[in-house]
């Protein structure tokens, strides 16, 4: 009986094991699939395609994080930014799922897993220490998206790809500067000893 009762424990760890290395499959080739796909499929040039996928990928990070922020968050303020987050990602993502359409380009349907990674710590935190270490993965967010998106603005050679990163840099910039402002108003900084969230200011 002692014997049955192990290999069924050990049968359920095993299976759940298995679901959370599937998951993390998932999530973590979701970008390098899509650019795959592209590699074949797609109506632009790699490096358009490329960006199609990154920037896809970065916007639905962006909605995630916001929406988690809107729930956890303790200070008003990040909470009416982390709003914004989603609402002016959703209807870039929105956008750009019509471009994709358009030129047969495939974008990951979830997150990488570089992004669910930080999800999963952030969820860990509360109170302040949350508040912060949320604004302070949007610096770093968006340092690296806005030099996405002006590379694209100026070297895409897809029109409507060149023009929709024209179109929403603006926007991406003026969430840098306020989520750089909030991070100086909450104390600025990093928190906590997580050395997986370093900065990310060259491009991946």
């Known amino acids: 009986m002692k014997t049955a009762n192990f290999f069924i424990g050990l049968m359920a760890v095993m299976f759940v094991f298995a679901c959370n290395m599937d998951n993390r499959r998932t999530a973590d080739d979701s970008v390098d699939q ?6 074949t499929t797609a109506m632009v040039e790699d490096d358009d395609a490329e960006f199609a996928v990154k920037a896809a990928d970065a916007g639905l990070a962006e909605i995630e994080l916001g ?3 809107m729930e956890k968050a303790s200070d ?3 909470k009416d930014f982390a709003q914004r987050m989603v609402t002016d990602h959703q209807k870039a993502n929105d956008e750009l799922m019509t471009i994709a359409t358009r030129h047969n380009i495939t974008l990951p349907p979830v997150v ?5 990674d930080k999800q999963r710590k952030l969820r ?10 949320y604004i302070d993965i949007m610096v770093r967010d968006h340092d690296k998206v806005v030099s996405l998106f002006e590379d694209a603005a100026s070297d895409a050679r897809n029109a409507d790809l060149k023009a929709f990163a024209s179109k929403t840099l603006p926007t991406l910039k003026d969430h840098h500067e306020k989520a750089r402002a909030l991070r100086e108003s909450l104390g600025g900084g990093r928190t906590g000893t997580d050395t ?3 900065d990310h200011r060259v491009m991946p």
């Open 67 to 69: 929406k988690l922020a």
């Open 34 to 39: 899509a650019m795959d796909v592209n590699d």
């Open 196 to 198: 997986t969230m370093v």
């Open 124 to 133: 860990e935190r509360s109170g302040r220490d949350f508040d912060r270490e």
């Open 112 to 116: 990488s897993e570089e992004h669910t």
């Open 76 to 78: 008003q303020r990040v």
